[in-house]
């Protein structure tokens, strides 16, 4: 069975940082993408960064702020935050994407207070 373990959530201070892990496990064939995603109460779940093959892609409202980055032998992608704004506030989604299937972790929270 496919897990994938998030962990880095928290609450900050705007203009503070974070940093998100998601490590999957399990995952019997070869991982294309990983990727990030958020969803605030209300609102429709978003992508904010995704990375496949060291190609990055990034929400226009995280562009700059956010860093994306993969660790293939450790099968773990990272979300480096930057400057957070109280709007950064929601669940964070890891997600991996294979020829065959998607996986979603469970959503960390992330709350940036003003």
């Known amino acids: 069975q496919v897990q994938l373990v998030e962990s880095g959530g928290g609450l900050v201070q705007a203009g503070g940082s974070l940093r998100l892990s998601c490590a999957a496990s399990?995952?019997?064939?070869?991982?294309?993408?990983m990727a990030w995603y958020r969803q605030a109460p209300g609102k429709q779940r978003e992508l904010v960064a995704s990375?496949?093959?060291?190609?990055?892609n990034y929400a226009d409202a995280v562009e700059g702020r956010f860093t994306i980055s993969r660790d293939n032998a450790k099968n773990t992608v990272y979300l480096q935050m930057n400057s957070l704004k109280p709007e950064d506030t929601a669940v964070y989604y890891c997600?991996?994407?294979?020829?065959?299937?998607?996986?979603w972790g469970q959503g960390t929270q992330v709350t940036v207070s003003s």
């Open positions: 997600n991996v994407h294979t020829y065959f299937s998607d996986h």
């Open positions: 990375i496949t093959s060291g190609i990055t």
């Open positions: 399990g995952v019997r064939y070869i991982i294309k993408t």
